[in-house]
């Protein structure tokens, strides 16, 4: 019974594999590549300016979506506001993190998807479409920050100066 099982979960699973569901590109992968190049080429994140035990600071709090210009143009979706206060919060989830890579002499942390929501906290399973919003930081908290957990991020001047846990 048990070999059943594992044979019926493999071939399901080389279904989904081969079909493509549940991949879709995004910001840290060039289409018909495998593999992603180094983070310094591709992705840019907002970086952490401050210590890890800083918590969110307080400032005036934003819904995750306001952050955003809504274009309905398929290749760009949306675009971040030019037009946002100094110092603002908002609340996101941590969807997936890239580490970064060790050629790139990074030394501001790995990168952190956040997202505005969480679909029903399923994040195994769940893939960040293109007209979704989604914000890039980068930051060296990796003991702190967890996928699929609700943070209270805190932005001064385009930089992360504080989190909290939701």
Known sequence: MRLFARVVTLVVLALLLASGCGYLPSEMTIAGKKKAPPPHARITGKPQVVSCATPARGFRPIAFNELYIFTGDAPQPFHEKTDLPAQFDVEAYVWGSEQCAPRAFCKKGNYYLLIGRGPGNDFDTWV???????MIIQSPCY????????????FSRGKLVGFSRK
């Open 128 to 134: 960040v479409t293109p007209q979704y919003p989604r």
């Open 143 to 154: 003991e702190w920050l967890r996928v699929g957990q609700r943070y209270r991020f805190s």
